[in-house]
């Protein structure tokens, strides 16, 4: 029988008594499944997407660990995460549940793009349990600021992220500073075959965790849609399909800030969240969504991994993310612990970054079609070569005019189809 409560996964009351506290009654399925062998010390590798409750499926077995766990000169559990929000997320995570244990245990927090002196400071004395990026973890190792020769435990969040190509040199350093002995989880998402390999090298005897329930509510459009009328569109669909919460997806800070200037010029509260935000204006921004201040946010896919806004309507592409991954990524924001979300995602013709071609390789990765549509009055104008390859507008070939327009000229004598 698949456990339906807490009190059955093995935790010690005090933890139980935590999750409680924290309002959890009914474990989710990827509770259910990583909690156990968290407990009992064994590697796991699970598939567990945000927003299924994977941050307490690791988070409670550690708090469990570091109760036991004898004091150290370093921290007894090390989360590794890929970006600042979800390292501050991580620890908000494991602090809200430790608030509630009947030892203080201290969870450090570290990462990039602020000052490294608090952190050292705020170390001092160790710590029970760390969540960091990886690059201020070794600037503060540097620093002799943290060992991690006591980690028991270790927890790569978004592991994908972390074994990829950039963070890989980061990851080999880190490595080498771990005690060989030692658990250690990998949960992801999505686990490119390329990774497999080195994720395989970096667990003993894991046990496997893919559920294949657990399916977020999104229903996923596709709306085709002239590059320079987005953002119009946007304000259309803003207007007509009762969404309060948004994320818009887009490429650049620049087009972050001019996506969100142009809905607050049509009177529409928006805001821009990028990587070159101080952390306290994304903390700014981020509760402003929450507390319905901002209605849509205007986000580089810094935002996309982490970030839990309850109550989420929908996630917009207004460009297209680079890898199928990243749209995984960014329409999990919503659709999250039963509230029903829409992910719109938009192809133009005439955009090479949005091209049909690059969101029909994203469908295939998902193993999933999104039916196409137009919107009245948005309909496109331009016409790829690639779409009437496809039968993407019937009985249409394209003509001289709408080539040039593809190829982004103008046509002769100013003349509009
Ligand atoms: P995560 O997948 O870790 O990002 O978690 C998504 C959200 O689910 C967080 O806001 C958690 O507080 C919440 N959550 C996690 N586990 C449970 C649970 N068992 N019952 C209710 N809410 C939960």
């Known amino acids: 029988m698949t456990p339906r409560s807490f009190a059955e996964l093995g935790l010690p009351p005090s933890v139980l008594n935590a999750a409680r506290e924290a309002g959890f009654i009914e474990p989710t399925p990827i509770q259910v499944a990583a909690i156990p062998p968290g407990l009992a010390g064994r590697d796991v590798l699970a598939l567990a997407e945000t927003g299924s409750g994977k941050t307490a499926a690791f988070a409670l077995p550690l708090l469990a660990m570091a109760l036991e766990a004898p004091a150290a000169a370093g921290p007894r559990g090390l989360?590794?995460?890929?970006?600042?929000?979800?390292a501050v997320q991580t620890a908000e995570t494991l602090r809200g549940l430790a608030a509630a244990l009947p030892r203080r245990l201290k969870i450090g927090l570290a990462f990039g793009g602020v000052s490294i002196n608090p952190q050292l400071m705020a170390l001092r004395g160790g710590c029970d349990l760390m969540v960091a990026t990886?690059?201020?973890l070794l600037d503060l190792i540097d620093h002799n600021g943290l060992t991690l020769a006591h980690v028991r435990t270790l927890v790569l969040d978004e592991a994908d992220r972390l074994l990829a190509a950039g963070f890989e040199a980061e990851w080999r350093r880190i490595e080498g500073l771990l005690p060989a002995t030692r658990q250690t989880g990998l949960f992801s998402a999505t686990f490119p075959a390329?990774?497999?390999?080195?994720?395989?090298?970096?667990?003993?005897?894991?046990?496997?965790?893919?559920?294949?329930?657990?399916p977020p509510d999104i229903r996923q459009r596709c709306i085709q849609v002239d590059a320079a009328q987005r953002t119009p569109l946007l304000r259309h669909l803003l207007a007509t399909e009762g969404w309060q919460r948004v994320i818009v997806f887009v490429a650049t800070r620049y087009a972050a800030e001019h996506v969100s200037d142009k809905l607050w010029a049509h009177g529409i509260q928006a805001a821009a969240l990028h990587g070159e935000l101080s952390q306290g204006g994304r903390a700014e921004v981020l509760a402003a969504l929450q507390s319905g201040r901002v209605r849509v946010l205007v986000a580089t896919d810094v935002a996309a991994r982490g970030l839990h806004i309850p109550a989420l309507d929908a996630v917009v592409n207004h460009e297209l993310p680079r890898s199928a991954a990243d749209y995984t990524h960014r329409i999990g924001r919503t659709g999250r612990m039963g509230h029903a979300g829409t992910a719109v995602s938009f192809v133009c013709a005439d955009s090479p970054t949005n091209a049909e071609s690059h969101f029909r390789l994203i469908e295939k990765r998902q193993g999933q079609r999104v039916p196409r549509e137009q919107v009245r009055g948005f309909e496109p104008r331009a016409v790829a070569s690639e779409m009437q390859a496809t039968g993407g507008i019937e009985g249409r070939r394209p003509s001289k005019k709408d080539k040039l327009r593809a190829a982004g000229l103008h046509p002769p004598n100013g003349s509009t189809a």
Do not use: F, N
């Open 79 to 86: 989360v590794l995460a890929p970006t600042r929000e979800l």
């Open 134 to 136: 990886p690059g201020r």
């Open 194 to 214: 390329a990774l497999q390999g080195l994720a395989e090298g970096l667990l003993r005897d894991p046990l496997r965790i893919a559920l294949a329930s657990a």
